[in-house]
């Protein structure tokens, strides 16, 4: 390859093989618009010498300009491949159905030692799950379960609003999982903290809040807290370095395992302005789900809950994901019974009290199958066109089904921020002299925070026995103040207008 240049333009820079003045520049280089400095040369004789190692730049540059997001992959960032068991630079090659594509994912994010984990936290690979029992016979939960199923839940539903008040144009699904990650270890910090404030209260201030250990997991088969699935992805997304754009619409999936027990639940955003198509197809999923929960009483055959979704969809213009399912949970995170979303299924059984499992309907605005990515994780519609999902953890009560806690978004908030002023309260007093005060002041704090939930529950009870007398729940969509849910859900809506909640 010959040089060129001009002596006007080059005559500055030194020659990259001997140093000496070079007035000659590698045509390629200026082809590829690369920086004059490594392609100023002083003769031919030293462009032909340095030909074998100069000719790298011209491919890092080619390989730059084919993976846009090489300054990510630089830092660390690595796409996801074999169930999140490998990583790779490049993006691997793929017969990409719709116009999403991968981003690299950042490192495994820390999880505190002391943190209680299941046995799938390391690998994504659960041990004790599949030899169960209970993959075939679908228990009935003692009330002690129950209530930790229920404390559970109220943690995923507070970690879940948290996640939709950052949603918007140019964030980062690895931005939202952060947020999901750290509002999870907070919520239960400060749930934590309430049982043992009165203890420290009343020290000598040497007790420090890392002697309470929660017993908190919030893994996922990434060591990700959220799975997020954007436009055409089904489910199972995994957080990375794509920013959201005006226009699309983003599924939330949150599982916190606390106590030993899980709660699941996900919900659809809508990210700005969305075009009417996706709205109707986001809307349609929730009315799914909800005319779902509605049915959902002892006596009813599993199998009756996809007849309703399948026929709601279809006479929307949709259709409805047949590879996955909903499932029982609790101790573990998937087990009997199996749930499918569709029409003519073979699910086996009749539901009890006692009972606790998930609907989770997947919505296709075109066919219902699915193609799975490289990363062995994420699955995508076959043509490309948008899903939606909607997510509820349900307990099967005697007279119907329970959405037991209701999460009044203010007056939960009211309640954290009790939380909060005793904690302020205990840890941080101005002087000695006002330690001898704070028990009383921190016992106050407290006293508010038992007051404003005892209120929560009371209004619960209230609401669950006015709907639970025939056996269901009212399907039409309600007001975000008082619906009542155990794992609280709503009616599709923009992160903007979640974000004054």
Not at 224 to 248: F, M, Q, T, W, Y
Not at 429 to 442: A, L, M, T, V
Not at 484 to 491: H, I, K, Q, V
Request: with cysteine.
């Amino acid at each position: 390859m010959a040089l060129g240049g001009s002596q006007e333009t080059v005559a500055a820079l030194s020659c990259a093989r001997c140093g000496k003045p070079a007035n000659l520049q590698c045509p390629k280089c200026v082809e590829l618009k690369l920086a004059r400095e490594s392609a100023a040369f002083c003769t031919q004789d030293c462009f032909k010498a340095a030909w074998t190692s100069h000719k790298s730049v011209h491919l890092k540059a080619k390989l730059s300009d084919a993976n846009p997001n090489s300054d990510l992959v630089n830092d660390g960032w690595l796409y996801c491949t074999r169930k999140g068991q490998s990583r790779t630079p490049k993006l691997p090659y793929f017969d990409w159905t719709g116009t999403l594509r991968p981003f690299p994912i950042s490192t495994k994010r820390s999880v505190p030692a002391h943190v209680e984990k299941p046995d799938w936290a390391v690998d994504g690979t659960p041990k004790i799950e599949p030899n169960s029992d209970l993959q075939h016979v679908v228990e009935i939960k003692t009330p002690e379960q129950i209530n930790r199923m229920r404390e559970t839940s109220r943690i995923a539903r507070e970690v879940l609003d948290a996640a939709a008040r950052v949603i918007q144009p140019g964030v980062t699904t690895d931005e939202i999982d952060r947020v999901v990650h750290e509002a999870t270890i907070a919520a239960v910090s400060l749930i934590t903290f309430k049982i043992y404030v009165i203890i420290k209260a009343v020290s000598d201030c040497n007790i420090f809040l890392e002697d309470i250990h929660p017993p908190l997991t919030i893994i996922s088969s990434q060591n990700l807290a959220a799975r997020r699935s954007v436009n055409e992805v089904i489910c199972h997304g995994i957080p990375d370095a794509r920013k959201l754009e005006d226009g699309d619409i983003v599924n939330v999936d949150v599982t916190v395992c606390y106590k030993g027990v899980h709660g699941d639940l996900n919900e659809t955003f809508f990210v700005g302005n969305v075009d009417e198509e996706s709205k109707k197809l986001v809307q349609c999923t929730y009315e799914c789900l909800e005319k779902a929960i509605a049915m959902v009483k002892p006596g009813v055959r599993f199998r009756e809950i996809g007849e309703v979704i399948n026929r709601h969809a279809t006479m929307s213009g949709f259709s409805v994901v047949k590879s996955y399912c909903g499932h029982g949970i609790g101790e573990l995170f998937h087990c009997a019974p199996n749930i499918p979303h569709y029409a003519k299924n073979k699910a086996v059984g009749v539901m009890k009290a006692g009972q606790t499992f998930t609907i989770e309907p997947m919505i296709n605005a075109g066919v219902w199958r699915d193609r799975m990515w490289p990363d062995g994780w994420t699955a995508v519609t076959a043509d490309g066109k948008r899903s939606a999902q909607f997510e509820h953890t349900l307990l099967v009560t005697e007279t119907g089904v329970e959405y037991q806690i209701t999460l009044a978004t203010t007056i939960f908030s009211l309640w954290m921020c009790g939380v909060r002023l005793a904690y302020l309260v205990v840890e941080f007093g101005i002087q000695n002299w006002f330690c001898e005060f704070r028990f009383d002041i921190g016992w106050i704090a407290i006293s508010g925070c038992n007051l404003l939930e005892g209120v929560i529950n009371i209004h619960c009870t209230v609401h669950q026995l006015r709907h639970s007398s025939t056996g269901t729940l009212n399907s039409q969509p309600a007001k975000r103040s008082y619906k009542t849910s155990w794992l609280a859900s709503e009616p599709p809506t923009t992160a903007d207008d979640r974000s004054s909640l």
